[in-house]
């Protein structure tokens, strides 16, 4: 690859040397890697937000990137290393749910459960396996090793109940997927969830047993400020949000809370 980027996410924080170490693995094994930081404050073991902030940011980096992230709150466990190909880049990481996400909106073409110890550290410590397993990989992929290499082809992965909408009895049921700082609330539906119930106007939604009717726009300035609306966000997702306030507070909604998507 000409100028390989690996980009990582992980929730360590930056107090600490564990992403400095990480850095130094692929760096060790090609210097002309360029590596970017998406970001190290994921909340400690929230493999959700690592989900969302992953999907949010993976669509705008060049063809051909490599997506490292370390959400595991599982190391050391039987839960898999995994890399995934898809019609775009690849993604390396825990098989705990957090590229899933990222990966399918970028159509996924291959699954590899990472065995081949040649493409590891010589010692595995049972508690950091993005330094001493993702990294690796990341950096020996970036120098051309094919990904069929890392081991064998898998067909199931862990897919968690945040990447899955479910259509029943003519309506959608997903939910909460993330809130973000000002106060926006993201839910896992998209705009084909909105076509599929030919949705144009006003958006309908049921959560913790409140019916929500919100005005369906493409700018949040569209309604006074203070008033509710509903708008597809930067990153493609259907979000609950209150002009120059704070819904989440409003409607006292937080992230896991099931949402119904209907057509009133």
């Excluded at 992980?10 to 998406?38: C, Q, R």
């Excluded at 690592?50 to 039987?78: E, M, N, Q």
């Excluded at 949040?220 to 966000?233: D, N, R, S």
Aim: with cysteine; proline share 5%.
């Amino acid at each position: 690859m000409l100028n390989p980027i690996v980009t990582l996410t992980t929730d360590f924080g930056l107090k600490d040397p564990y992403v400095a170490e990480m850095k130094a693995v692929i760096l060790s094994i090609n210097s002309n890697a360029v590596i970017v930081d998406i970001t190290h404050e994921i909340e400690k073991f929230n493999v959700q937000m690592g989900a969302y902030v992953l999907a949010s940011a993976s669509p705008y980096f060049p063809k051909g990137t490599i997506h490292v992230v370390v959400v595991d709150p599982g190391v050391g466990t039987r839960r898999r290393p995994i890399l995934i190909q898809t019609k775009r880049g690849f993604y390396i990481g825990p098989d705990n749910g957090v590229l899933v996400l990222a990966a399918k909106n970028q159509g996924i073409e291959h699954i590899y459960e990472i065995k081949n110890r040649k493409f590891m550290m010589p010692k595995i410590s049972n508690t950091f396996h993005g330094r001493d397993v993702f990294a690796p990989a990341a950096a020996h992929l970036t120098k051309g090793t094919q990904p069929s290499e890392f081991g064998p082809e898998i067909r199931e992965i862990v897919i968690p109940k945040f990447a899955k909408v479910v259509q029943r009895d003519g309506a959608f049921f997903g939910e909460v997927l993330h809130v973000d700082d000002f106060g926006n609330v993201i839910t896992n539906f998209r705009e084909k969830e909105l076509k599929a119930l030919r949705i144009r106007d006003m958006v309908s939604l049921e959560i913790k047993g409140a019916n929500l009717k919100l005005k369906l726009c493409k700018a949040y300035a569209e309604v006074g400020a203070q008033k509710p609306l509903a708008i597809i966000g930067s990153h493609n997702f259907l979000e609950i949000s209150i002009n120059q306030g704070n819904a989440a507070k409003t409607f006292k909604i937080e992230v896991g809370d099931e949402v119904k998507l209907y057509r009133s």
